[in-house]
């Protein structure tokens, strides 16, 4: 199952994209950039050439080396893969004349082709370039035109290369997954056997010669990603994974507790540790959002360090990674961003010295609740709102104390048991509520008064990087002001955030 699919990356903003449609067709794949290739490239059963910003006539243009892939393997170019393929081949590429943007549709297809079986001519595309194929390289032969472009796709008779300059990770292509398909399970021959059963199979094993009889120490936060990868260890290594769940104070109501015996419930060797007065304490006085920041992270590693060292000999550290962060810290103009970490390991506490072993490190966000599915986890927990680490801290705006959260977490609770009840959790990306720094003036029965304002947010995303505000019925907005008005002392007035990001973010600090 490994080495299925190489793609290379030149940078495009879709790259991910194309792993993400690749994957979805059970189909196993790596992204690796364009200049550091794996070593054993021939082992790969296709490659896919991403699109890039650059254009192929440009003195940076990156220059893949193709010497083991190209006419070796069922190739694929997409965009700038595609005019690489021509440029530096015999053919020629120029900028274009008309404007090679967004949605067009192939007006010829080529009759009898693999690539394009059950493709017709009309099919929508989308294009994104503003160079052109002007000529095909040596041996190319069209397969496909749109009005405006006319070599949209070709091959190099005599070889299994392809190369398209629309994109088909876009949805906007509608035939763009079919297409990879034909390429990938028809001329390829790959084989569809990346399902998370598999995963799981694999994975298990893969750990088990990993890790061997060693001890793994990891932190739980009661999300997705850690939980899963806790439950995979779990199943590889038994009680030689110790789990650390802290509670940092900052936690949703009854969180620490029901997450906890959650985590019981699953056989997990779990460690609850409360360290809620150490945070608060540290966080006396402090209002600035990013200081809030560090100093969570720093009494986190303080604790967490004292924890890991109770439990002796232990050798790994595991994490919950997954593929985007795993992506993000590749960068295309080279590795040494990621191993900056060794020059100052002596300054680091001590876990960070252990070594890693992150078994989600090459799964999608939504790969990872399919496997945890397959393992037989909760389904409320797999799928439970994304929280993040410093908590309520950075939902509380100015200054933390013990009382603060107190009624933040009335609030919040309210909201999200109501948001549960009315069946609306589902469909909303992440939800909370904010406590506004300000006091306005109510009236409750024959008394003035002089309280609290909080705002609730609840929000609709793929990944958190753009989000529109969700449009909850009014009756749910009516009912959840009145039971927190009602309910939680100390806040009279309750505000609904219609804000999308950008520019507004998700948390208010
Ligand atoms: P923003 O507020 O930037 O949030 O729109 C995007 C996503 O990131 C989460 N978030 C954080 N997660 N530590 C985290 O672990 C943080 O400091 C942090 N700040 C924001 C936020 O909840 C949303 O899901």
């Known amino acids: 199952m490994q080495n299925n699919v190489l793609i290379l990356d030149f940078g495009s903003q879709y790259t991910q994209l194309i792993a993400r449609r690749v994957r979805e067709l059970n189909i196993y794949c790596e992204i690796h950039p364009y200049n550091s290739l794996p070593d054993n490239v021939s082992t790969f059963k296709a ?20 010497s083991e892939i190209k006419g070796k393997l069922p190739l694929l170019g997409v965009c700038y893969g595609a005019q690489y393929l021509a440029h530096f081949n015999g053919g020629a590429v120029a900028p274009s004349n008309t404007r090679e943007y967004g949605r067009a549709n192939l007006s010829y297809v080529k009759e009898g082709e693999a690539f394009f079986e059950g493709i017709e001519s009309g099919s929508q595309v989308w294009m994104s370039h503003s160079d052109t194929i002007k000529v095909l390289p040596e041996n190319g032969v069209k397969l496909a035109s749109t009005e405006d472009v006319e070599n949209a796709a070709y091959k190099i008779e005599g070889e299994e290369t392809y190369a398209i300059q629309f994109h088909p990770e876009v949805y906007h292509s509608t035939d763009g997954k079919l297409l990879l398909e034909n390429f990938l399970v028809h001329i390829a021959g790959v084989k569809q056997d990346w399902t998370p059963y598999n995963f799981v199979e694999m994975t298990v094993n893969d750990l088990k010669e990993q890790v061997g009889n060693d001890k793994v120490v990891l932190g739980l936060s009661g999300g997705v990603d850690s939980s899963v990868a806790a439950v995979l260890l779990n199943k590889a290594i038994g009680e030689n994974l110790h789990c650390i769940f802290v509670n940092n104070g900052l936690l949703r109501k009854y969180e620490f507790e029901s997450v906890l015996h959650q985590y019981e419930g699953m056989g997990l060797n779990v460690k609850g540790v409360d360290a809620s007065a150490r945070f608060l304490d540290a966080l006396k006085g402090v209002d600035d959002p990013e200081q809030k920041r560090k100093i969570i992270g720093r009494v986190f590693i303080e604790v967490f360090d004292d924890e890991a060292h109770k439990i002796t000999d232990a050798k790994w550290l595991g994490q919950g990674t997954i593929y985007p962060d795993v992506i993000e810290s590749i960068s295309v103009n080279g590795p040494s961003a990621t191993i900056k970490s060794h020059h100052n390991v002596g300054g680091l506490p001590d876990f960070m010295k252990l070594k890693v072993v992150e078994p989600l490190r090459m799964l999608f966000k939504d790969e990872v609740r399919r496997v945890g599915a397959s393992l037989g986890m909760n389904p409320e927990l797999l799928g439970r709102h994304p929280f993040p680490g410093p908590g309520l ?12 959260v107190a009624v933040l977490q009335e609030v919040d609770h309210i909201f999200i048991t109501n948001l549960k009840n009315w069946g609306l959790y589902d469909k909303v990306w992440q939800a909370g509520a904010m406590l506004l720094p300000v006091n306005s003036v109510g009236v409750m029965g024959d008394e003035r008064t002089y309280e609290k304002c909080v705002a609730l947010r609840a929000v609709e995303s793929t990944d958190g990087m753009t989000a529109d505000w969700v449009n909850l019925p009014y009756e749910f907005l009516q009912k959840t002001s009145n039971e927190i008005i009602n309910k939680v002392k100390g806040v009279n007035r309750v505000v609904y955030d219609i804000s999308s990001k950008p520019p507004a973010t998700i948390e208010w600090e």
């Open 47 to 66: 490659v896919i050439l991403s699109g890039s910003p650059s254009s192929v006539r440009s003195e940076e243009a990156p220059h893949p080396d193709l």
């Open 393 to 404: 801290a950075i939902r509380i705006l100015g200054d933390i104390t013990p009382e603060k």
